[in-house]
């Protein structure tokens, strides 16, 4: 975490509730993009999101950890998904419907959607790495700081990271091209 989040942290608990914007900009699609895939649909994953920050806004006292706000909220993101998928569930057998697939071919995909996939198929620890990095703009020095590693573990995660999509990339690309696996 950085101290402009510590700010706008103490900020809204001091009755400043506008500041919990700055918060929202910084990591909104950090959770999006870790959501999108996870959810199977970027407008469940954008509205999972928006319950994500008003959770976090109306719970932000019950914080223990302001260092941890990006964990608390992450943790609090794949709460609010689980919610929503079991709800999903819920309505697919009272509606009677074994399962839909919304597949599209590699053509109709926009250009960032493999890629994204891929993400969402790394280990946690890799894919917050990622996720904080690309989507969320941060430093390698940032990241090591928002999530308390050192540097060199980040470096190293990271490169790891850039090999396991590597690898992830080339199989899906293999499948779409009929080559063997």
């Known amino acids: 975490m950085t101290e402009n989040d510590r700010f706008y942290i103490e900020r809204c608990l001091d009755g400043h509730p506008d500041n919990f914007r700055h918060l929202v900009r910084r990591y909104q699609s950090v959770l999006i993009a870790g959501l999108t895939y996870k959810l199977k649909n970027r407008d469940r994953a954008e509205e999972t999101v928006q319950e994500t920050f008003i959770r976090a806004y109306f719970n932000l006292r019950k914080l223990k950890k302001p260092d941890s706000f990006l964990s608390w909220l992450i943790s609090i993101a794949n709460s609010v998904a689980g919610e929503y998928r079991r709800k999903d569930k819920i309505l697919l057998r009272q509606d009677d419907v074994s399962s839909v ?27 917050k790495i990622i996720l904080l990095k690309y989507y969320g703009g941060q430093s390698c020095k940032q990241v090591a700081e928002s999530l308390e590693m050192p540097l060199g573990t980040v470096t190293k995660m990271l490169s790891r990271a850039h090999a396991m999509l590597r690898q992830s990339l080339e199989r899906d690309q293999k499948k779409v091209s009929g080559g063997a696996i």
Do not use: F, G, N, W
């Open 101 to 127: 697939s919304h597949t599209t071919s590699s053509a109709e995909r926009p250009p960032d959607v493999d890629l994204e996939r891929a993400i969402s198929k790394l280990p946690e620890a890799y894919r």
